[in-house]
């Protein structure tokens, strides 16, 4: 699934194409992805002038001057195709605009999303409402993170997952920025210390910016918005690594919670 990184990528790649200007023609290929599309969305979108685009969470926005924001999440194995040579069968939704742009939604899959939003009541929006801090916001701070994981015994790992706690962050980049502060990932969360939780918050921060840079992580079905492949992947120290050497002269391990894969270094995560 396209984790936070991925879905910053795919927002930036839209902007260029996007942003500021009006879009005249909304076709709609099927009835449904993961739930049916707004039954107003044609209507809504033709003629409308994109303001702005953004994420929260893994979610991303597509902003119009019409008060109301399409809201987008890429599932499974959804991604935009910019100008793509020919159509797909598995694009589901497509926007041309004034400059003669052609945007696709595509989703082989389909557990992605499509929702139009006024924009004023996108923070009452219900997937929204409970979201905690963005992780690359200035919210998400060490004693946001000490108060969240006070007196809790559960695991440190699956509370970073909680999108109650922060909003976005996904498995590879939870192990990852894990790994950078050197906590175990099934700590319980209250025993983690002040010092560890100074580690880990700008951890998690930088482990997420040089995922962005790199274009987000390429895992089966992702892909920019301009078709290239995101290469954070090749920069991964623990995750997808089981039995592979950890430069502490540990080994990465494997073990599974929450039905999840969780990969670290016994040695040098403590």
Known sequence: MPELPEVETTVRGLARYLEGERITR?????????????????????????????????????????????VFHLGMSGRWRIEPDSPDKHDHLVLETGSGHVLALNDARRFGSVDLIDTDKLDQWPPFAALGPEPLGDSLTPRHLAQAFAGRFAPVKPLLLDQRIVAGLGNIYVCEALYRARIRPDKEAGKVTRAAIERLVPAIKAVLAESIEAGGSTIRDYAQPNGELGYFAASWQVYGREGQPCPCGGKVERFTQGGRSTFWCPKCQK
Do not use: S
């Open 26 to 70: 909304v076709a709609v290929n099927r009835p449904d992805l993961r739930r049916p599309f707004p039954p107003n969305l044609v209507q809504a979108l033709t003629g409308a002038k994109v303001t702005g685009l953004g994420r929260r969470a893994k979610y991303g926005l597509i902003e119009t001057d019409r008060n109301q924001t399409m």
